[in-house]
């Protein structure tokens, strides 16, 4: 769900109460001061700061600077390393997306169809490595690929020379993506496809349509929001992530985050701001894409 | 198609089984397949003070950090979904901000913040910082609670009984929003252990969280086994804790919408 959408179902739950106008009102200011506080405070005011600090030259001497520059959007603009680390993000990101697409959506439309047991350990399965930290999960990956480690032992058989190392490649970097945003893709999706209501799917079938029919003409548009949810939630993530980039990429395959991360190691935060900022603006892009699309979709459904 | 589902079970399960299966193995570095079975790493990881330590301070770090995201947000969920007050809809927009902002950013931005307040060195940022990612999670998952199964019938009954608005709040709203908050505690408990990003660019040899601690042993000293059996620990506890969210609550709808690396 969109933040949109969060606080209009929010706002729906409300109105189902009764108000008892200046008391309720006094008692809302209370209750929800001190959360408002503390977020304006150690939220909203930190987060505007890269895009200050973004503006201020930095000097390993002298510290950062006093006035106002463009210089480190213009060195992001004029050194290759930054545009192709860019671009680097956001193929990686799109291939991941891809992938988690196929699949996650047959995932999501067997947990969608499937009935008790099964269905709970599936969807079990995927859901809960999201709560497992970055770090184990990307752990995993390397214990696979590692240069004794299984995959290797089956190319080894395979064929006489000895294998390539996959550590640091994009190849793993993008498997272990695609592992951490699986649920994140399958969940929207289940969600769209479990709100298709069963009278539809019946009507289409007492219509004469075949299974690939229904599939085709009323299942897959109608999970279409979900998949379009989906993808801008993956998307999002992928560009903006750093743990299983830094582990399995290394430094050879920099992302933005893995990049921004370098930089403040070096000590140039407005560099690292300046990054940041490309990055928020990637996470807007691909929002107001998305809108665009979903917002193209309702009006084809005739919604 | 039921064979598809089951190869992208298996890929999700991959790593994680991996993990478990390397920690047995005897040799120092991976090495597949393994030349035997022992737990010495394991007791490894119990006797050394560097992944105890950080176990702890993880431990204690995520405790504190859920209370102080439940005082904040227990409140406020309250006043989002039974009050009305200006600037009610800003609030909500604002609480479930952190969730959409990428954690890099946060961290930067975060570490930028207390650099210039001068106490980055210490964990209080990191507390602090946890709280604004954790919080999200609580104010959703009371604010739905709240709404749930007929709660504010149940509440006007009791007052109508004779109970006073704390006696009702104490008596009858808190023991039935109590799957709601089980799940925050837990969601949020796992959510700050594992959170990364905003550790490491607080991290020092003093704020030193498990995660980071993992991270820094995997990037300089390679991947070793006693790593894997530590990280074997961590995953059987997030497992125990999701199976118990989702018995509570149900792990998709405590996911939906929320979203954390």
Known sequence: MTTAAQVASIDRLRRSTPRNGWRRMRLGIILALPAALYLLTFFIVPVIQPLVLSLRSYDPARGIGADLTLENYEHILRVPLYG???????????????????????????????????????????LAPVMVSGVIRALGWLAIAAPNGPVAFVLRIVSPDEPALLWFTEGLMIVGLVHVQLPFMVLP?????????????????????????????????????????????????????????QLLGGPGNRVLATLIYQQNLLGDRPFAASLAVVLMLVAVAAYVVSTGIGRALSRALGR | ??????????????????????????????????????LRWYVDAFTSTTYTQAFAFSLLLASAVVVGALLLGVPAAFAL?????????????????????????????????????????????LFLGHIVVVLPF??????????????????????????????????????????????????????????????????TPKVMTLPVRLLGDIEFSAAGTLVTAVASMLLVITFVGVLVVDRLYGLDRALIGAVRE
């Open chain 2, 81 to 125: 979904v039974r009050c009305e007050f200006p600037g009610r809809r800003v609030l909500a927009s604002m609480v479930l901000g952190p969730l959409f902002v990428p954690g890099i950013f946060l961290a930067l931005s975060l570490l930028v913040f207390f650099v210039q307040l001068g106490i980055a060195q210490t964990a209080t940022p």
């Open chain 1, 189 to 245: 999706i289940m969600s769209a496809l479990r709100g298709i209501p069963p009278e539809v799917l019946q009507a289409a079938r007492s219509l004469g349509a075949t299974d690939i029919d229904v599939f085709r003409r009323v299942v897959w548009p109608m999970s279409l929001p979900g998949v379009v949810a989906g993808s801008l939630i993956v998307f999002a993530f992928v560009s903006a992530t750093y743990v299983t980039p």
């Open chain 1, 84 to 126: 192709q680390a860019l671009l680097r993000t956001l193929r990686v990101a799109l291939i991941v997306v891809m992938v988690t697409l196929a699949m996650g959506y047959p995932v999501a439309y067997q947990i969608a169809q499937g009935r008790g047991r099964l269905r709970a350990y599936l969807m079990f399965i995927i």
């Open chain 2, 1 to 38: 198609m039921a064979v598809a589902v089951t190869a992208v079970a298996g890929f999700a399960l991959l790593p994680l089984v991996t993990i478990i299966a390397v920690s047995l193995s005897p040799s120092e570095f991976i090495v597949f397949p393994p030349k035997g079975l022992t």
């Open chain 2, 138 to 203: 609580v104010v959703r998952f009371v604010s739905v609670g709240l709404v749930a199964n007929d709660i504010q019938v149940i509440e006007q009954a009791a007052a109508t009984l004779g109970a006073d608005p704390f006696t009702v709040v104490r008596r009858v709203t808190l023991p039935l929003i109590r799957p709601a908050l089980g799940a925050s505690i837990l969601i949020g408990f796992l959510a700050s252990f594992d959170e990364t990003v905003i550790a490491l660019f607080f991290a």
